[in-house]
């Protein structure tokens, strides 16, 4: 099956999605990582401090990769992904004073942060990402601790698992 894995920046996404990849045999996709090496960009936001992304490349440069199918992808925005794609999406959620802590050690700036943490309060990637799939393979997962990591890790392992038996 496609996973994709969305959430607010600095939710787990990037650590959930590494595990999983190697712990079920996936491919693991990182949009941003993907977009710095291919220079998938189409500007820059000075105001963010960071590149604008080029969704229409990154869109043709992972399309054969997902036609074959196994790929976890891993980013923070979900409305432009193509709905045939995938076959469930993870909505990680953190509660807003750890999100806050793990944002300001990766150095963002107030503006960003604070922009983040409202993202967060409002639910703002999960009703893009119910609002771009079928409800029913939409789902939101606690994003907190450790434990929430391992939990979090089970439940999909099984997903995957159960969705691999029902689909071969």
């Known amino acids: 099956p496609n996973i994709l894995l969305t959430g607010t920046p600095g939710v787990g996404k990037t650590t959930l999605g590494k595990e999983l990849a190697e712990k079920c045999g996936l491919t693991y996709v990182n949009v941003g990582d993907l977009a710095k090496e291919g220079n998938l960009y189409e500007g820059y936001d000075e105001e963010y401090d960071c590149p604008i992304l080029d969704e229409d490349r990154v869109i043709d440069e992972l399309e054969d990769k997902m036609s074959d199918g196994g790929v976890i992808v891993d980013y923070h ?52 990402a119910a609002e771009s799939y079928q409800s029913e393979i939409v789902h939101q997962l606690p994003s907190n601790t450790p434990e929430d990591l391992e939990r979090n890790l089970d439940q999909i392992t099984q997903w995957i698992q159960q969705w691999r038996n029902d689909n071969n």
């Open 77 to 128: 925005g979900c409305d432009f992904f193509p709905e045939r794609w995938f076959q469930i999406v993870f909505v990680l959620r953190t509660d807003n004073s750890l999100l806050y802590e793990r944002l300001e050690s990766r150095g963002y700036k107030e503006k960003k942060l604070q922009d983040n943490i409202q993202c967060e309060i409002f639910q703002t990637i999960y009703e893009e």
